[in-house]
């Protein structure tokens, strides 16, 4: 898999990446940064799309869904 785009929040707290699979399909995965006391600060999985057709497929949902993109906030 082929990481395409990432894109990350004004906050610098959130990142989306797109993908490029082998298969040829794109997704996309939106990770937060987390804390632990043991293990510090460390980016932690927040959602894992499905599979997409094409890359513009996957940006429109990622647009959709996601309102820190959105809103520019």
């Known amino acids: 898999m082929d990481l395409i785009h990432e ?5 610098g707290k959130r990142k989306v ?14 990770i937060f940064e987390a804390f632990d006391q ?4 460390y ?4 959602y894992q799309s ?3 057709e094409t890359e513009g ?7 959709a869904t996601t309102p820190w ?3 520019g906030a």
């Open 69 to 71: 993109l959105r809103s």
């Open 38 to 41: 043991i293990a510090g600060t």
């Open 17 to 30: 990446r797109v993908y490029k699979r082998t298969d040829g399909f794109f997704e996309y995965e939106e």
């Open 50 to 52: 499905g599979m997409f």
């Open 7 to 11: 894109k990350t929040s004004p906050n």
């Open 57 to 63: 497929a996957a940006m429109a949902e990622i647009t």
């Open 43 to 46: 980016w932690s999985s927040g």
